[in-house]
């Protein structure tokens, strides 16, 4: 899984959907799609997306497993899958999901109570802002958490910020809007059907970067190595902090 690209020091992003501003929360409809219609992202991260757990462990740990008393974070688990993953094959290492959606994250515990784990906790954290000390985390996970979220420069630096020196990040995007919009199309359809509410705070179609634009994401932290590679529909990142 060799990166075929480095990243260079970003002007401007591009993106093949609407920018971070046109997908800014309207303070009016600052409910989620996560909250209502929870068993339908939960149920295309079971049997839709790609299942990254091999790749994260090739690049995260390509000498071998990681160290015991490892700490890692999952920012935007969702229901837990990478998470439990990780901690089901790791048992001597410590994993902290967060996530915004509170239903999210009940899915994520009862998977975890299911599979007897006792190396992996879920906390209600926003990605924007984690309330997490400076320093504290060896290795930071994100999927498919771009898609939704604006500001995504904002999330990289609290990365950077919660990881310790030499530690690392690995992230993976999806590469086609199409597919990446799925879920969200999928969840939108079913609360109009069910009149769950009139707005919510997530878009209609999912934001997927250019392989340039992927690129320029990370230089705005100092990084002391960045990788970047592509794999079918995915695009990935793997950065190494100073």
């Given at each position: 899984m ?63 497993p ?14 837990g ?50 309330s ?74 999912a ?36």
């Amino acid at each position: 899984m060799p990166p075929d690209a480095i990243a260079s020091r970003p002007n401007t992003i591009e993106t093949s959907t609407p920018s971070a501003a046109a997908v800014q929360i309207n303070p009016r409809q600052d409910d989620s799609l996560f909250e209502h219609v929870a068993w339908v992202y939960v149920f295309c991260r079971e049997h839709l997306f790609r299942d990254d757990t091999e790749r994260i462990i090739a690049a995260l740990w390509p000498s071998g497993p990681p160290n015991a008393g490892t700490q890692l974070m999952e920012i935007g688990c969702g229901p837990g899958f990478y998470s439990c993953q990780l901690a089901e094959r790791f048992h001597n290492i410590s994993i902290t999901g967060v996530d915004r959606s509170e239903t999210q994250l009940q899915r994520a515990r009862e998977r975890a109570d299911a599979l007897g784990l006792s190396n992996c906790r879920f906390q209600r954290i926003n990605a924007l802002d984690l309330s997490c000390a400076d320093a504290k985390f060896d290795v930071v996970i994100a999927s498919r958490l771009f898609t939704i979220l604006p500001e995504q420069n904002r999330v990289i630096a609290e990365m950077y910020r919660v990881l310790k020196p030499g530690g690392r990040c690995f992230i993976a995007e999806p590469r086609y809007v199409i597919w990446a919009s799925i879920p969200l199309f999928a969840m939108w359809v079913l609360a109009r059907l069910i009149r769950a509410r009139n707005g919510y705070r997530e878009p209609h179609k999912a934001t997927v970067f250019s392989t340039r634009a992927f690129e320029n994401l990370f230089p705005t932290q100092p990084w002391k190595q960045i990788k970047i590679w592509q794999d079918g529909r995915y695009q990935y990142a793997l950065c190494e902090r100073e």
